[in-house]
């Protein structure tokens, strides 16, 4: 079993910068990627940025330039530093990590964008 624990939401005005955390726990034994995803209130969960073990990244066209996902020094953190951010990135933040084909979520962090 695997959990993941996120942090640093919070309430933003527009163009402020926030850095979410996500620490795994317990069977990550092998991970083999993290990444973010968030939901906006009545829309579906989309991919914001993903991380591969390998250091491969990808990021949403909406987040290029603004966001970057990063590993920390211990294999099992994954962030995501915000800049720039804009009322549309407003959502529940959610981080995923894929370990041994199975993916796991975590509870979500709630980000506000707004003046």
């Known amino acids: 079993q695997v959990q993941l624990v996120e942090s640093g939401g919070g309430l933003v005005q527009p163009g402020g910068s926030l850095r979410l955390s996500c620490a795994a726990s317990g069977s990550i034994f092998s991970i083999s990627g993290m990444g973010w995803y968030r939901q906006a209130p009545g829309k579906q969960r989309e991919l914001v940025a993903t991380r591969t073990s390998g250091g491969s990244v990808n990021y949403a066209d909406s987040v290029k330039g603004r966001f970057t996902i990063s590993r920390g020094n211990a294999r099992n953190t994954v962030y995501l530093q915000m800049n720039s951010l804009k009322p549309e990135d407003t959502a529940v933040y959610y981080c995923?990590?894929?370990?041994?084909?199975?993916?796991?979520w975590g509870q979500g962090t709630q980000v506000t964008v707004s003046s």
């Open positions: 995923d990590v894929e370990v041994l084909g199975k993916t796991y």
